[in-house]
């Protein structure tokens, strides 16, 4: 119950602030193909080639990747569009300098083999770290009032029957189900982006404060991992072999089976389903929906506009 | 392949042995295959037997360490119902679990938020072994919400207690050494029965890990144990471990039988499956660990299983196929040298073959068949050495034999007419006839003579061939001779003929005889039938000669023969054959037949063919039917066609007397006169009243005993100027003169008769003389050519 | 027909004349039996014998083994040509002496 108690570095940001710019970046999740471009970058050099230096630093269960950017822990940090949304309304702004996804990735599984969406009052799981907005306002909207039980890390609430169904990446969480024997299809499963909720996840984030004072360093991070992606299109195979690598020094409960199923699906989330293009940005129309729906739903405040998330980007 | 058989089919000790083998291989195969199969069974139920107890072993001494928990846990439950009211005695509690079971690694007992108002939002008691010493400690924080984690919130959601799935506790400071944990967790109940809390205690499962990977009823085996979801907490592959699930290759590649196993075991199945894990062909014998949902394996690897048992059959099928090729080795050497004196034996049949008779047979002492085969072959050699000498002497006498058989034929040929045309001087009948023996000697026979104006013939055929019926056909054709020299009824003839052969017929031997008496002048055919084919007539119409059947000669002594008579008109075609025509054989045993003998006749006399043409197309008749094929019996053909003088009479006259010798004078001047007109000179005109005197005054001294002078004969006097006819007539008592022995002129005066000169002076003084009977009267012509 | 009979020397000759037919024969045969007593030679002269049938021959042989039977002989005298082919025909050339 204790466990997962990782040494923490916080101090050695400010120690190595020499002649390269240095930046700490911390995923939103444990290390998994989900970052793959991040560790491309990393291991092909991208990011030095930028000019800049990044230490990876993954979160653990008990410290998110939002607890290590409030304590400043870390510098950048990939989080979902409405995290990020709820987290700017609550009062702390944040720049996306990097839009990575174009799709949602959400599903709702059901344990039973029925349509989550025929079983109102439901349990279902839900992450502990603040992902599932959509989900939580779509409960709403559709009156299905959800009892959402949230999870740590896995899905063995799941396993054992605790809940009747949970949410789940398509790219992570879906295929752990489907590993544990699960026969998951559209019977079963409840896909966000084909209801109406399609709005865009991983983006990379820094704070506005960070961001006004190392703007260059955002910004090559930003190009240096937007390489990092094109490159792990086009490099599948090796791009998985670093993922693995990562995996290991994380002694991270996957495989490679699971890692290359996650990588060829968040790959494909990176394609704009209009353009069928990777196109890196943040869709206004997207912003918007999501600002809707989670203001709709009382998770924010005030509206949180699509300038607000890339206000100085515009200015520029 | 051909080659193959063809060197299989050549040797009989190849093809034996081959089939003993290929026989055994059979049995072999079906004993060994039926031995195989019960044995397979056996070795299976064997390996389930065994697997299945060394699992339930397994599985039960786990489960009695699981329980030790799930009992420690629910002893310390009701301790901390009772003690609600005194929070830091969970401490106690949680550190007192583990000084009583120093097996446990860790003991939680954790609060709903907020549940002791005065600890604020985090209260969970936890305490730990780590070996040493037990450490205990509040463990909730921002950073640490237990009631997040599964070991918490899965019993408050199911509402009972459990296992949590297996986790890995990774301790920063050692990092390679991980310890899989599980916790069993427990709902903690307040008074009013809501729940409050969990209560969770830790056990290492390092032990369960050894415990079931120390499982290993085969070699090869392994054991593996699965979590609820499926992931692997024991397993030999340690990167399999925690990191993958059974079903983890199946998202790659579907696999129906891996995913079937997966979830027989999840479900908490008992069982065994066959099927193929990581490529190897195992059995898995799989049952669920008690209440905590995790199911325990083992995986045997079919070649350890079955290893014994394949190495066995194959080294039974090694050995057979071995023992199969020795077999064939030694029965074919066996039977080969078994039957090497067949082969010797062959060699020297084939020596003897070539005619080394004397060839000497290898010695065989053995009693079997191959001992018996020599013997007999040994005795069929002897028996052909004196069965060759046998031939060749006998060879030696047939030829002699045959030699003399020649002379015979020659004889026998010699016998019967053989010069044709055998009246080349007479205009009015022409004959030809033929007789071929089918053996060297034959029994068929033919005859004709003239005797005065009469032509006698006769056809026969003796039963049987060769040289008995040659002989039989002698006498016949000696009797046909003597009985006709001086006697002109066919019937009478044959009487004496076959009076004389029944006489001695101790062979039981017979002949068929057509015989007949042609007078030449009148066409009178008087004809006797002893059993004989009837011959064909043609004139202008083709008939058979009308026949009585009649016995054959030889039959019956006292055979009463009955002569038959007609006339030929000029013109008329005789054919006489023997059944060797009618029965000639070809090489399909069909007979030439009497429908082709008629009518080949039929179209010889509407040809007009002359005797000797009719007989050459007979034969090529019977040649082109016959061809190749040997000839069955004696044939015999004569024909004779007849055409009688024609006689323009220019002088008849005609004279009858009484019987009184005084009118002999009168009978003189009769014939004087008569030579007086034809102006004969006077030497013919004395022989020709010689002869018609003497052949009158015979008439008148014998013709009539009963009436004396009153009989009358009439000489009727003709000619055509270049003949003198003189037809001596009367009707008393047969008598035919010209039957009467000829006088022996050279006898000494003793032994010389006073009488019978008479007509022996009528047959010298005429040219020819001839007697016919018809009408009961007796016709004598005497003709002299002038 | 008629028969001379005549003696000569040691001889007796009976000359036959004319035609000695059957008739003549029967006629001729009491004269004929006489001569069968005959001792000695007999001479049956032909000279004149103009026709002999075969009753003459008979009575020319039954006089011949009459004469036989006695040791006499009988000559045979002048037979016309006719009568000497008869006599070669019936073998009576070898049983009489002819002159």
Known sequence: MKRLILPLLLLWTASFAGAQERLVFTPQWTAQAQFAGYYVAQEMGFYKDAGIEVEIVHPTATLSAMNRISRNESNATTMQLCQAMEIIDSGTPLVNILQTSMNNAMVIASRRNMDPLSQKGARVGIWSVGFGQLAICMSVKDNLDYEWVRFANNVNLFIKGAVDATLAMSYNEYYQLVQAGYQLDSTNVYRFRDHGYNVQEDGVYVTRSYYMKHKETARKFAEASRRGWEWAAEHPEETLAIVMKYVKENRIATNEVLQRLMLADVLSLQLDRESGKREFRLRPDMVKLASDLMFECNMLDNEVTYEQLTEDQAHE | MNNLFRYISRSISRKLSLWIVLFAAIIFNIALGFMFTQSLKAVREEAISRATKELDNTVLRVNNILEMVEIATDNTDWLVVRHLHAPDSMFSYSRAILQNNPKLNGCSIAFEPYFFKDRGKYFSAYSYNDGETIHTTQEGNDHYEYFYMDWYQTVKLLDRPGWSEPFVDVNPDVHTST???????????????????????????????????????YPNSYSIMLGEGGTFFVHPDTTKLFYQTIFTPTLEKPDPDLSDLGHAMLRGEDGMKELEVDGVDSYVFYKPLGETGWSVAIVCPESDIFGGYNRLRHMVAFIVVIGLILMLLAFSRIISSELKPLRSLADQTDTIARGNFSEVLPEENRSDEIGRLSHSFAGMQKSLIRYVEELKETTATKASIESELKVARDIQLSMLPHIFPPFPERKDIDLYASMIPAKEVGGDLFDFFLRDEKLYLCIGDVSGKGAPAAMLMAVTHSLFRAASAHESDPSVIVHHINETVCLDNTANMFVTLFLGVLDLPSGHLRYCNAGHDCPLLYNGGMKALDCLPNLPIGVLADMKYTTQECTLTAGTTLFMYTDGLTEAMNADHEQFGQERVDALFAGCGEKGMTPRQILDSFWEGVHGFVRDAEQSDDLTMLAISYTPNPFATVLSETITLNCDLARVPELNDFIFSICEKLKLDPTVTGQVQLAVEEAVVNVMNYAYPDRGKRGFVTVKAMSDGHELRFVVIDSGIPFDPTAKEKADTTLSLEERPIGGLGIYLVRELMDSINYERVDNRNILMMIKNI | MEVKVTTEAAATVAALIGRLDTLAAQEIAPQMDELKNVDGTLVLDCTELSYISSSGLRIFLTLRKAAAEKGGKVIVRNISNEIRSIFMMTGFLNLFEIQ
Do not use: C, Q
């Open chain 2, 179 to 217: 310890e899989i944990i599980a916790s069993y967790s427990k709902p903690i109940k307040g008074k009013d029965g809501s729940y409050i809390g969990t209560i969770a205690t830790d056990i290492s499962l390092g032990w369960l890990s050894e415990t079931i990977s120390a499982v290993k009823p």
